[in-house]
């Protein structure tokens, strides 16, 4: 019988009270940093708010950008700005509202919600939340200072080939937008492993899946589709990049390669990202909808699955954007059926969200017009009238007519302001109690949302017709005496209305968060456990779930966590710490101790984004002193962690009958939490590859002999001895990790020094055999294809080399022991996966050619 079966999962109120210093070590040991100090807290409520706030700039940057590009078309053959300064302007506004505002602020959102509604202390990883934010905040403010120096690109959110070549493309403005948001991205991917570790292993005890908050379960099926979604847009950025930069013809049709291959990476990664983007909004409203109408939410279960199915159909919508490409018909009959499949579990929640209102009123007689409701109300209009002009263009000879029409404009600001922006000011008004205990004012909410609502239709509805009447999207300007004049005028002037409203409701948002903090108990009568009396610690006591609505159910709860009557009431080990649970039925695992605040992240996150950016901007010797200090401090960062525990077990309350519950202080191997952080690592490693790999096949297939005239394979016996090599020292390792960590660890030392060596040789063998073969990635796009390959695994091995000399280094220095063993644990992984991908690569360069010939 396992430790966590051995006692029945029920924490009773303390019968004595909780010692006073027991309160003062616990607040001492979560106390956040004051002044410019703050700027090293990791605590995902300093974080989380710092996040926010930076997304809502960027919503305020981009909207000011869009309101210039209203004006620009308010009246025919305008010239307040020039051709070249709108293709910026309107490329800045795309690209800020979709990669710095959507995708960072539900991140920022759930990573200052969660902890809270999953009754932990903190996020499992709180260093990389604080790493993905700076890493966000300095390379987005980078990047949109471009705009102010002419360096802003240019070619459109999107980027598509061959405009955006070296061709068509010549400046630096491209550059910038591949480096800087491909960098941005990876920001993204470290936030969603967070939240999905987080979301798994970190919640309260006795919190099944079944009792999962609906925007927990809609944040993991998120994370999910960020780590197999975003890795095809990394792997499209590259091979842009590599293009510009190295004349790698991957998009080049007259060198083989193929401009549809970048749309196909790209919106690969382009339409789940609608889907991320909405998820999370329908998450909150799940959350939001029974506290207003006060009663349980309709279809739980249907719910969330109807999120999971909404995730998976998902991706099979990427080419639902390439209809007029040429797709043959059925690729785009399959799209097509999956872009109208989608709405069946879209519908399922939409009827949930009226169905829980409709109770709500029948039980309580009518539904209070609260701020929260009246957004709410808003977006169900709005976002319903969106996914209508969805299925429209999802019918392909529709969409042929409007594909590149301002009715596309119209559809997609439907679907995503109405699906998200709108949800996200309800969440404002609903959560920002929490922050200090004070609300945005009533009247001002009302007002905002009303000028919101009025002004969102008046500028976006009259594109739908005047995208019906011929209007192009993407011009700076257009002739008089096409009847789109007050179309147009009617647009720019919503838009001012509906930025009006914004303006408003910052300016009360700004008002409360100014007043006294005062505690903000339970203001919407809410059920979930964000709202349980909490400090810069969270709760005094991670609490014990028994339903979905904890707090309706045991109204008592509050105050007992209050008290420290439940889990963890105090600092066992004297530092930070959360309980790590089962992910399914969130049964006691193990003590987690968090690591505390520092500069490492900070400077770690500011070398990186110096790096990307000086780089882009030919700063090569700045660039390159920022990537060391990067290096430098990621790997004293991580040298911190993994250290043995001060104590091997720890008592973190007791069970029904009194006893002690006592849990083992971390945990190694499968059990431990960092191993599957490595896993989703890996999967979106793998992902990147995969989009290196799709590009290889889909360059072969277009030709008529492969490899194509003027390129020859290596050798077979370089390529067998290569591999061997490779796999030899994978093996050594599995040998090495193995070794019993409690003795002495030179034979250990010494298989991980052989086994680098055996990597290394094998790479540099491959290498050697493609030179000696005449690869030249310059010629033609199969030989990039080959090459990019070649260059990525040649990537991974350089960071087995260093991984492998960091174990020995911890190892040197008595840090590995059985007890902290995840640094060997976690290298193994990547070992593992750089040989399988290297036996990926053999087949695909080495066999399949062959077997084509």
């Keep these: 019988m396992s430790r966590e079966d051995r006692h029945p999962l029920k924490a009773l109120p303390n019968r004595l009270p909780r010692p006073p210093e027991e309160l003062e070590r616990l607040e001492a040991v979560w106390r956040t940093p004051q002044g410019w100090r703050l700027l090293k807290s990791v605590n995902n409520t300093t974080i989380g708010l710092l996040y926010i706030g930076t997304s809502l700039l960027f919503f305020v940057l981009a909207g000011v950008l869009g309101l210039l590009i209203r004006m620009q078309l308010a009246v025919p053959e305008n010239d307040l700005l020039g051709p070249g300064t709108y293709n910026q302007i309107f490329t800045m506004h795309g690209t800020v509202m979709m990669f710095l505002f959507a995708i960072p602020v539900v991140e920022a959102v759930a990573v200052y919600l969660l902890p809270g509604m999953l009754g932990a202390r903190d996020l499992p990883f709180p260093r990389l939340s604080a790493y993905a934010y700076w890493a966000y905040a300095f390379g987005g403010l980078g990047f949109f200072c471009t705009l102010f120096v002419g360096l802003a690109p240019d070619g459109g959110w999107f980027m598509y080939p061959p405009l955006t070549g070296k061709a068509y493309s010549p400046g630096l403005n491209a550059d910038f937008w591949l480096l800087g948001i491909g960098f941005i991205e990876i920001s993204a991917i470290a936030g969603a492993i967070e939240l999905i570790i987080g979301i798994l292993f970190t919640r309260a005890p006795g919190m099944t899946l079944a009792r999962m908050p609906v925007y927990a379960w809609a944040m993991l099926v998120v994370g999910v589709m960020i780590v197999f979604a975003f890795p095809a847009v990394i792997g499209a950025t590259t091979l842009l990049e590599l293009e510009r930069a190295f004349d790698w013809p991957y998009f080049i049709a007259d060198r083989g390669g193929d401009p549809i291959l970048w749309q196909h990476l790209f919106w690969f990664f382009g339409h789940p990202e609608v889907y991320i983007i909405f998820l999370p909004a329908a998450g909150m409203v799940s959350t939001m909808i029974p506290t207003i109408a006060g009663t349980a939410l309709v279809g739980r279960r249907a719910v969330i699955v109807a999120m999971v199915a909404v995730g998976f159909f998902s991706f099979g919508l990427w080419a639902h954007h390439m209809f007029t490409t040429g797709l043959g018909h059925l690729e785009a009959g399959f799209a097509s059926a999956a872009s109208m499949a989608v709405a069946v579990p879209t519908a399922i929640q939409l009827f949930a969200w009226i169905g829980t209102l409709w109770n709500g009123t029948a039980r309580h007689g009518r539904l209070k017009m609260s701020p929260p409701a009246l957004f709410i109300l808003g977006f169900l209009f709005i976002f319903v009238l969106g996914g209508l002009t969805g299925v429209m263009v999802a019918v392909v000879p529709y969409d042929w007519q409007v594909h590149d029409t301002y009715f596309i404009v119209a559809h997609f600001h439907y679907v995503l302001i109405g699906g998200m922006v709108f949800p996200l000011f309800a969440a404002l008004c609903y959560w920002l109690p929490l922050v200090n205990g004070r609300a945005v004012p009533a009247r001002v909410a009302r007002w905002s949302f009303g000028l919101m609502f009025g002004g969102f239709n008046l500028a976006f509805f009259p594109m739908h017709i005047t995208g019906l009447l011929g209007m192009p999207r993407r011009v700076y300007t257009y002739p008089s005496g096409l009847g789109w004049e007050l179309l147009n005028m009617l647009s720019t002037v919503g838009a001012f209305i509906f930025a009006a409203g914004v303006a408003l409701f910052f300016g009360g948002m700004v008002r409360a968060l100014m007043k006294k903090e005062k505690d903000p108990g339970n203001p919407w009568n809410a059920g979930t456990l964000e709202w349980l009396p909490s400090e810069s610690y969270a709760t005094r006591s991670i609490p014990q779930v028994d339903s979905a609505d904890p707090l309706w159910t045991n109204p008592g709860i509050m105050r007992e966590v209050e008290q420290g009557a439940h889990w963890l009431p105090g600092t066992v080990t004297g530092k930070r710490e959360t309980i790590v649970t089962s992910p399914v039925g969130a049964r006691l695992r193990y003590l987690l101790v968090l690591p505390t605040d520092g500069w490492t ?184 294809a080959v090459a990019v390959m070649v260059a990525y695994q040649g990537l991974h091995v350089l960071l087995c080399a260093i991984t492998g000399m960091y174990v020995i280094a911890r190892s040197w220095c008595r840090h590995l022991t059985p007890y902290s063993r995840g640094s060997l644990d976690n290298t193994a992984l990547i070992w593992y996966y750089t040989v399988l991908q290297g036996a990926v690569i053999g087949i695909a360069v080495h066999v399949w050619p062959r077997l084509m010939g």
């Design 601 to 784: 992240p900070f400077l770690s996150a500011a070398g990186t984004a110096g790096f990307f950016l000086l780089l882009t901007a030919e700063q090569t010797m700045a660039a390159w002193i920022c990537g060391i200090v990067a290096i430098v401090t990621l790997l004293a960062w991580l040298w911190e962690q993994d250290r043995p525990a001060p104590c091997r077990e720890a008592k973190v309350g007791e069970d029904a009958e009194g006893n002690d519950v006592v849990l083992p202080v971390g945990a190694t191997g499968a059990a431990s939490h960092s191993w599957w952080a490595t896993i989703i690592m890996l999967i979106v490693d793998a992902g990147v590859f995969l989009s290196f790999l799709f590009t290889y096949v889909h360059v072969s297939m277009r030709l008529d002999v492969c490899p194509p005239p003027g390129a020859r394979l290596p050798a077979w016996w370089m390529q067998g001895l290569s591999f061997a090599l490779l796999l030899g020292g994978g093996a050594l390792l599995a040998l090495a990790r193995r070794r019993p960590l409690a003795a002495r660890q030179g034979v250990l030392r010494w298989l991980l020094g052989v086994a680098i060596v055996l990597v290394t040789a094998g790479f540099v063998l491959e290498l050697a055999g493609q030179l000696q073969s005449g690869l030249t990635p310059t010629s033609h796009a199969w030989s990039a």
